[in-house]
Each structure stands twice: as structure tokens, then as C-alpha cells.
């Protein structure tokens, strides 16, 4: 059977909500090279959006699993222990972002990680309301908080109102698309002046809120980089008013950016930091990390779960940090992004049909316009060049408000010679769609 027999099936029998975005099947992956059931080859610039950071089938990782595989591969933490979420634990609470001790929950999925976050907030604080950000997403895979705290309504909550109250939207430091309309620098950060002066006054006082949920790098939102003085001002606001900081780096995390953490760009300590996507490489695992002296305050037996922290993921996710720092991967992942953007200014100074190149690491990105001066999103083209790419073995991702962003998710592992024949075929693409 070949992958149009296989998406014939998956039409037949997988529910239509669980949309497909290429429409090809693989059967196995190498380091950075998919193949489909039909022996296809592409370059994956998907990373399963962001996650198989180390490559695919990473012999290292394989090895480690089929290991702990032999030895155990579940047993409910709520239960009794076992050391590899004990010791991952540990590694997390050393290599987490600021000096302050921790205490970690370690969970399946990114959505878990949030709601488990705004849990924690809640409880702890005994405040009620956490503000969130438009054009932010943290998850899809629980009704609650997770989805609830999502800033964008289409796809992800058509149909599923009323969500959990208590959570407020503020607009993030999108700053090519400022909702204020102003240009940074020079802006003196109009968005969180809106914060401080205007709504905690007309829509939540400070007191009444537990927590602020921000991704330093809008993942789904398109790569859109937090501003340098935002992160810091925003850290000053949440301290005035005993507010946690709540950072989420499922997508941005894990070298993607060229550090650990992309909150280590700014120099801020978080009090609460959710992970998940690349920290076992692909495994279902997600941790909440945070400040020993908010987590301790947590009331046992509300929280856990039968599987969360499972054994293997944990090995896995352990071996995963030991290579990330053995390999300097945050220096590679800066290197590579370095290489990438080189090749997207470039980009840019040919076609007008990129409005944008922005990010971190190798988490680079590309806005597609129709018109510079108007900004009007070229979402059409956007698919265009996404499936010429594709034709020409390349796999990317869309995202953005407007759907009108190229999002670059290489694994760091990737060999430079590939990764330049990525970008020739990404440039090939934009090509042909910019000159019709
Ligand atoms: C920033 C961010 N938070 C949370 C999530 C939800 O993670 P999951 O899909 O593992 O539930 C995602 C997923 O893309 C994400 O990018």
C-alpha cells in the first residue's frame, strides 16, 4: 500500500477534527530525512512541530529506551518511585532558568504542563485570574486552561465555548504588527504601559491576579521574539504585585533559540517555567518547573496522574540534557540560526513577498505579505511556497495570526550541507511563487 492508500484509510477512520497538514505517510526517519511509505525522501523542517530536536531515530536515545524498556516501563509515580523521574527531577531543577531552588511535576503533554501551571498558580496564590496573551497558544489537547488560555479563536475554539473563566488577554510585543500602531524602538513599550495603567484598572486589579502565562517566543504565533525591555519590565510588574511569571517554553525551549531556555535572553528568572515537545526527543513528557517556595506550598494528592513522568520518557529525556550540553547544542542551534539567517536576509532583499524575517536560534521565521507598506498577509502564497517545498522534498510549517508565516523547526542536529540544501529549495520556492 502507498500513502494515498494509507490517507484514503485515515479519512475513512480518523475523525475529521484532527486536521492534516501534508499529506504524505512516513515510515521511518534519519537524523533529519523523513521517508514515506512510497520511499520518498524530504528534509524535515517540522521537527513533528519542534520536537525531535536530536533527529530522528537518534541511536543514542533508541539505545537508552530499549534499555529502560527491559527494565520498567510504567509504574504510577502517586504509587511508588522510581529513579528516573527522581533523577530527571534533579537535572531539570539544576539546569532550570535563575539561581533560586526548585521543585518539578512532571507531566505527558505541553497542554498538561499549562494546566497544571495555572494550577499551581491558583492554588498557591488563592487569586483567581491569569493573563494571558493574544496570538499566544498553549495547547489544545485539554479543554481547560491550557486551551483556554489560548489567544487565537479559529481553529482551536470553534465550538467550544463557554471556555474556564478567569482568564484575561492582553496584546503581546508583536511589534511588526503593533496593535498600537507605534514602531520599537522608540515605542517606550506602549503595550505594557496598556498593562500597568490601564488594565489592571479597567479589567482585573493586580491582587486578583495569580499569574502571567507568556511564551518569550510565540511558537503557533509565528515566531514573534519578546522585546529585550519587555520581559524585564513585565518581571518588575509581576514582583510589584506578587504576581507569578509563568514561561512557557514547550515550543521555544531546549536550544531552539541558542540558549537552554529563550527566557535566558532576557536575563529574568521565571517563578514558574512549563516544558515538553523536545524534552524526551518525541517520547509524551512535559515538566513544571518551579520556585521551591510556590511549589512547596502545592496541597497533596491535587496533583499527579497514572502516567505522567513515565519511566522511559524520563531516561530518554535524561539523556537528551546530557547530550544537549555534552554536544553544546545551544551553541550549535546559534550557529545553524547564524547560517539561516544569513540565507533569509538575503531572501528578503530580493523578494517583496517576504515582509518579515525574524527569531532566535534556529527558530527563524518569514512573514509573507502581498505589500510591504500594507502589510496584507499573503496567505495564499504562503501555501504555495509550502507545497512547492514539499514537491521539491522539503517539509515546513505554517503559522501566524494570519496563517501568512514560515516557520523554520530544523532538528540541531542537521548536517550543513543539508540545511543549505533546505534553504536552496525554500528560496527555489519563494522564488517561483514571488515572480508568478
Ligand atoms: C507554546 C506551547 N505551549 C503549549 C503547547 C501544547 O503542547 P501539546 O501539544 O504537547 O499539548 C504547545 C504546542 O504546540 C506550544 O507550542
Excluded at 518525541?282 to 496541597?299: F, H, N, Q
Amino acid at each position: 500500500m502507498g500513502c494515498e492508500d494509507y490517507l484514503s484509510l485515515r479519512e475513512k477512520y480518523v475523525m475529521k477534527g484532527v486536521a492534516l497538514f501534508h499529506p504524505i505517510v512516513v515510515e521511518k526517519g534519519e537524523n533529519a530525512v523523513l521517508y514515506d511509505v512510497n520511499g520518498r525522501s524530504y528534509i524535515d523542517f517540522t521537527c513533528g512541530i519542534g520536537v525531535t530536536s536530536l533527529g530522528h531515530a537518534n541511536r543514542e536515545l533508541v539505545d537508552t529506551a530499549i534499555e529502560q524498556l527491559k527494565k520498567l516501563w510504567h509504574m504510577c509515580f502517586m504509587v511508588v518511585s522510581y529513579r528516573p523521574y527522581i533523577e530527571l527531577a534533579r537535572k531539570l531543577a539544576e539546569i532550570a532558568p535563575g539561581n533560586s531552588e526548585k521543585q518539578v511535576l512532571l507531566q505527558n503533554s505541553g497542554s498538561e504542563a499549562v494546566e497544571n501551571a495555572i494550577k499551581i498558580a491558583r492554588q498557591v496564590t488563592g487569586r483567581t485570574y491569569i493573563v494571558s496573551y493574544e496570538n499566544s497558544f498553549h495547547g489544545r489537547g485539554t479543554y481547560g486552561y491550557a486551551l483556554s488560555a489560548t489567544g487565537k479563536y479559529k481553529p482551536y475554539k470553534v465550538g467550544f465555548d463557554p471556555l474556564v473563566p478567569g482568564v484575561e488577554f492582553i496584546p503581546y510585543p508583536y511589534c511588526y504588527r503593533c496593535p498600537f500602531k507605534q514602531e520599537y524602538p522608540g515605542c517606550g513599550l506602549t503595550c505594557l504601559e496598556y498593562l500597568e495603567k490601564w488594565f489592571i484598572h479597567s479589567r482585573v486589579p493586580p491582587e486578583r491576579i495569580a499569574g502571567v502565562l507568556i511564551e518569550m517566543v510565540q511558537g503557533e504565533g509565528g515566531f514573534v521574539v519578546a522585546p529585550g525591555e519587555y520581559v524585564k519590565e513585565l518581571k518588575n510588574f509581576c514582583e510589584k504585585h506578587s504576581i507569578l511569571l509563568i514561561d512557557d517554553e514547550v515550543q521555544c525551549g531546549w536550544c531552539r533559540t541558542g540558549k537552554m531556555w529563550a527566557i535566558e535572553h532576557y536575563d529574568v528568572e521565571p517563578d514558574i517555567m512549563v516544558t515538553a515537545k523536545a524534552i524526551a526527543n518525541g517520547l509524551p513528557l512535559s515538566a513544571i518547573v518551579g520556585r521551591k517556595d510556590v511549589m512547596e506550598k502545592t496541597y497533596p494528592g491535587s496533583f499527579g496522574g497514572t502516567y505522567g513522568g513515565n519511566p522511559v520518557s524520563c531516561a530518554v529525556a535524561l539523556k537528551v540534557v546530557e547530550i544537549m550540553l555534552r554536544d553544546k547544542l545551544s551553541e550549535r542551534s546559534k550557529v545553524l540560526g547564524q547560517i539561516i539567517r544569513k540565507r533569509l536576509n538575503e531572501m528578503y532583499e530580493k523578494y517583496d513577498l517576504i515582509g518579515d524575517v525574524r527569531g532566535l536560534g534556529v527558530m527563524q521565521a518569514i512573514e509573507l505579505v502581498k505589500d510591504r507598506k500594507t502589510k496584507e498577509p499573503a496567505v495564499e502564497e504562503t501555501l504555495n511556497v509550502i507545497s512547492k517545498a514539499r514537491e521539491k522534498g522539503l517539509l515546513l510549517l505554517r503559522a501566524g495570526l494570519h496563517l501568512n508565516v514560515i516557520r523554520l523547526h530544523p532538528p540541531l542536529t542537521i548536517e550543513e550541507e543539508l540545511l543549505s540544501k533546505a534553504l536552496d529549495i525554500l528560496e527555489e520556492s519563494v522564488r517561483e511563487v514571488a515572480t508568478g
